[in-house]
């Protein structure tokens, strides 16, 4: 049964650095494309950034710079590194998966929320 | 970057048919898919690639995709369909490779 497990939200100020986890069981996260997508409290889906098989990244331009998105093999790991938070990155942040050709997330995780405030 | 369009709400009375649209320059030359969002939930693909639907999703959720719109059709609908639904496509040649559309608030009236 594949899943996705998140962990590593929570409040941090402004300026501040968090690092969001993505656990896969399942599958391996190499073989797919990755994801994080975020929502903003009572907005719509936000795409931030993707990890393709091949380890090409992109990102969102209101992400680019700041976070950055990786994976770990071994441990079959997902992270996104957010570093320079600001008010407006608060949201719940989802990772996806895609075994697709046409990259559609078919998996998703639980979400995990991140406040960002004084 | 590539735009999704989709209209802010739709509603429609129990057993009624719902049509969901996602307006994109030529979408009809990409692959469309569809996901279905429930207050405090995770987002749960309903159809991909255009009008293919995951094990599980009832048949009464369909999809098609021409020229300059997709749409999302959900037929004899339900109390359980009231949601929000979002299309996204890949943009496969763009730095923003993953396009969502704004969403579309469903309502069961």
């Known amino acids: 049964e594949v899943q996705l497990v998140e962990s590593g939200g929570g409040l941090v100020q402004p300026g501040g650095s968090l690092r969001l986890s993505c656990a896969a069981s399942?599958?391996?996260?190499?073989?797919?494309?990755m994801s994080w997508v975020r929502q903003a409290p009572g907005k719509g889906l936000e795409w931030v950034s993707i990890i393709y098989s091949d380890g090409s990244t992109y990102y969102a331009d209101s992400v680019k710079g700041r976070f950055t998105i990786s994976r770990d093999n071994s441990k079959n790991t997902l992270y996104l590194q957010m570093n320079s938070l600001r008010a407006e990155d608060t949201a719940v942040y989802y990772c996806?998966?895609?075994?697709?050709?046409?990259?559609?997330?078919?998996?998703w995780g639980q979400g995990a929320l991140v406040t960002v405030s004084s | 970057s590539y735009v999704l369009t989709q209209p802010p709400s739709v509603s429609v009375a129990p057993g009624q048919t719902a049509r969901i649209t996602c307006g994109g320059n030529n979408i009809g030359s990409k692959s469309v898919h569809w996901y279905q969002q429930k207050p405090g939930q995770a987002p749960v693909l309903v159809v991909y690639?255009?009008?293919d639907r995951p094990s599980g999703i009832p048949e009464r959720f369909s999809g098609s995709n021409s020229g300059n719109t997709a749409t999302l059709t959900i037929s004899r609908v339900e109390a359980g369909d009231e949601a929000d639904y979002y299309c996204q496509v890949w943009d496969r040649s763009s730095d923003h490779p993953v396009v969502f559309g704004g969403g579309t608030k469903l309502t069961v009236l």
């Open positions: 399942g599958f391996t996260v190499s073989s797919d494309y």
């Open positions: 690639d255009d009008s």
């Open positions: 996806a998966s895609s075994s697709g050709w046409s990259l559609y997330f078919d998996y």
